[in-house]
């Protein structure tokens, strides 16, 4: 970690402070993707890039140290975090376009160095307009890879547990290791640089450490009945380190999913109730495998059964009203609904009532079961399941044309 700049020490001194900046990752590679399986190649543009002040071009993947060199030397400029950026050529650009309208002095903080009485500007997080950048490029750049990791089927690896080699897509890996293994992760649709996810857990794993609660043991068999007994085969959920692989982390700008859950009154414990209750979410206690139904409480075992009674008691064909939807727009509509279910909100025309029977009423008197806006539902937010576990999304793939 840099020390905290002073102000009073000399360029060099400066320089040789904000060292970390001009040396590579400590992975060798630009931004966090640091296996050859992920879609870093695939998703980091091999571009030229001109300098933020002047015309120098350099290719920031080839070159980084140089150009943070070059920015340092000949405009007295500093970007702090940068190996935490992503997309750095967008966040290049937009700077550079951002200095086109107004002076760098006016803009962003700069350092005074007594000595020399040079100062040196530094673009951090510190600034808001820095940070919201930031913040919108990791996000974009996250849903870019967690698309590509499950849309990926080339994916290959040796089973962590046995002796299986596995072929196919990162979230099938990540199934054969629930459901043989009994490996708690999550729902693989919430993850994110699964890879890497996959090599931390193996490290811990190869080096004798529980992954819930971190004791080391004498020897592998011992540790697997450990966490065989303890039901310690998942992650601790406070362990922050973890946090980077769960895209809800990456929603909001200095929000992880604790901060989220509990602004959300879907989440909150209520007076009177304890959490997770049967009181509480009565209206969403599912078994294991058991689907529910879009607009009432009806569940079944088979997303196609389901899909049938929503015809019939709903007049709503799933499968015809989403063909021309893609995966990801069908995880936002099934999300959307169930949002607006929750809050008693007419998914179709949004108008809100009393409470389910009364918007049950309103649906069929309306006859408001019809596909509504794409523009309703095609948002951000409804990547994220309304309710945990939600196990219609498991499914999608599976409806058949009725």
């Known amino acids: 970690m840099a020390e905290k700049l002073t102000g009073t020490e000399n360029p060099q001194k400066y320089k040789e402070k904000t060292q970390f900046l001009f040396v590579e990752s400590p992975d060798d590679k630009f931004g966090p993707l640091t296996f050859d399986e992920t879609p870093k190649n695939k998703l980091v543009q091999n571009v030229e890039t001109k300098c933020i002040l002047c015309e120098d071009v350099f290719n920031l993947n080839l070159s980084l140290p140089m150009f943070l060199n070059h920015l340092f030397d000949a405009h007295n400029t500093v970007i702090e975090g940068i190996y935490d950026i992503e997309n750095l050529h967008e966040y290049i650009l937009y700077w550079r376009n951002r200095f086109k309208c107004a002076p760098l002095e006016q803009i962003i903080p700069s350092v005074n160095m007594d000595s020399t009485g040079e100062r040196y500007f530094v673009l951090s997080s510190l600034l808001k307009e820095d940070k919201r950048l930031r913040h919108k490029l990791n996000l974009e750049f996250a849903l870019q890879v967690q698309e590509f990791e499950r849309n990926d089927k080339s994916y290959q690896r040796q089973c962590l547990f046995c002796r299986l080699i596995f072929e196919g897509s990162r979230p099938g890996f990540l199934e054969h290791l629930s459901t043989q293994h009994n490996l708690q992760l999550g729902n693989p649709q919430n993850l994110v640089y699964m890879e890497e996810l996959i090599e931390k857990i193996n490290k811990k794993i190869e080096g004798l450490q529980c992954l819930y609660c971190e004791k080391n043991f004498p020897d592998r068999n011992v540790l697997k009945e450990h966490m065989r007994k303890k039901l310690h085969k998942r992650i601790n959920p406070h362990n922050t380190e973890y946090d980077k692989y769960y895209i809800v982390n990456y929603l909001e700008e200095d929000k992880d999913w604790q901060a989220i859950q509990k602004e959300d009154d879907r989440y909150a414990i209520r007076p009177g109730f304890e959490e997770n209750s049967d009181e509480e979410y009565s209206d969403w206690n599912e078994q294991e495998d058991q689907i529910k139904c879009l607009f009432c409480d009806a569940k079944e075992t088979n997303i196609n059964v389901l899909c049938l009674h929503m015809d019939a008691d709903h007049n709503f064909d799933f499968g015809q009203h989403t063909e ?67 196990a219609f999304l498991y499914f999608i793939d599976d409806v058949e044309d009725q």
Not at 335 to 352: A, G, M, P, V, W
Not at 362 to 373: G, I, L
């Open 324 to 390: 021309d939807l893609n995966f990801y727009q069908k995880i936002k509509f099934i999300n959307y609904i169930r949002k607006q279910r929750h809050d008693n909100k007419c998914f179709f025309c949004e108008e809100k009532v009393g409470d389910s029977a009364e918007l049950r009423r309103h649906m069929e008197e309306q006859e408001h079961y019809q596909m509504p806006d794409v523009k309703l539902f095609d948002q951000p937010e409804f990547y994220f399941p309304t309710y945990e576990n939600d």
